[in-house]
């Protein structure tokens, strides 16, 4: 069954989703740059493109949207897409607050619409591996992670739109930080209680350039993160503890280095572990993995996960750390 497809924000992001469409069809684009939606419209035979993303929905073979705007645009795009009937797949963090992503929830339910959140980073060849061993409890009980991820700027990083709190909702924290607790959350579970610091070390702008996060379960298992705009060399380093072993990723592909799976297993007598590791040197492929996944879910109308519970779960936690640290974002 081949779904209409259309992407509002053709952006690198929204380009990146419309690649990996496969054999589902791209019949509308739209950006408020109406050259950006028109060269992605080129690309496909027939797909329309405006400046106006009423007409995406509007559009009557559309019956599925990609979303992928600046987050102050995330909530409202969505909701009214779903209103629309359409199933929703929107990019993280989904928006701005909390507050603007909760009405999201009923109104999916109340429609039967499917609702996914674009947290590819669970797709990635090296997590998925992961998954897979963690699910095979040869890890153990797990204890707890720590993790990193960063990227240096460029000139005039301070003036574009994620450095304006009304556009932004934030600065790093909820940029890639909410990847960080988005994958936390996939390994350990909810957090019940939320220690952690936002601040800005170096770009001139009124939002966070720097963020630590300590996250605890109701079992105590703890989950350590720093996410690092100043970071200079681009670095993701994702590390996860059983009793009996431990998991360790290092990269995602391109500038962040090659995506690397190292299994440290704990051997009885203790002493050095028995090493094994995995290089996936590969394309990234997690965008078409994801995007995959999504189709079926619509298909056999099954729940959606990642989806609108786990990025509101992911903003009450960003939410918290911007008040303990003084920010005030609310638009």
């Not at 259309?6 to 740059?33: E, F, H, M, N, P």
């Not at 039967?112 to 674009?118: C, F, L, N, T, Y």
């Not at 992961?130 to 993790?147: N, Q, T």
Request: hydrophobic share 40%; aromatic share 8%; net charge negative.
């Amino acid at each position: 069954m081949s779904i209409g497809v259309g992407i509002i924000g053709c952006g690198l992001i929204g380009r990146k989703r419309a690649g990996v469409l496969g054999s589902q069809l791209l019949v509308a684009c739209a950006d408020t740059d109406r050259s950006l939606a028109q060269s992605l419209a080129d690309t496909v035979d027939g797909c329309v493109a405006t400046d106006d993303w009423r007409e995406v929905l509007d559009h009557d073979h559309v019956s599925t949207v990609i979303i992928a705007t600046p987050h102050y645009m995330l909530a409202e795009i969505s909701m009214a897409a779903i209103e629309a009937g359409r199933h929703v797949l929107v990019e993280k963090p989904a928006a701005r607050n909390a507050a603007e992503l909760r009405p999201l929830i009923q109104q999916a339910e109340a429609k039967g619409v499917r609702a996914r959140v674009g947290f590819n980073h669970r797709y990635h060849r090296a997590f998925r591996k992961m998954r897979k061993i963690l699910d095979s409890g040869e890890l153990g009980p797990l204890m707890f992670l720590r993790a990193r991820y960063g990227h240096g700027g460029r000139i005039g990083y301070d003036r574009e739109w994620r450095a304006d709190p009304a556009l932004s909702g934030g600065g790093e924290l909820i940029d890639q930080g909410v990847h960080l607790i988005d994958l936390a959350r996939w390994c350990l579970g909810d957090f019940v209680t939320v220690d952690g610091h936002a601040q800005t070390c170096y770009w001139d702008m009124p939002v966070d350039d720097n963020a630590f996060m300590l996250l605890r379960t109701a079992t105590d298992q703890t989950a350590f993160l720093h996410a690092s705009c100043s970071e200079w060399k681009n670095t993701f380093s994702w590390e996860i503890y059983g009793r009996d072993g431990k998991l360790q990723i290092d990269g995602l592909g391109g500038s962040y280095g090659v995506e690397r799976l190292t299994w440290y297993r704990m051997l009885p007598e203790m002493g050095p572990p028995e090493t094994t590791a995995w290089e996936f040197p590969m394309a990234d492929n997690s965008w078409e993995t994801e995007m995959n996944e999504f189709f079926e879910d619509i298909e056999k109308g099954r729940p959606s996960t990642p989806g609108l519970a786990d990025a509101l779960a992911v903003l009450e936690i960003v939410e918290q750390i911007y008040e303990r640290s003084g920010y005030d974002h609310r638009p």
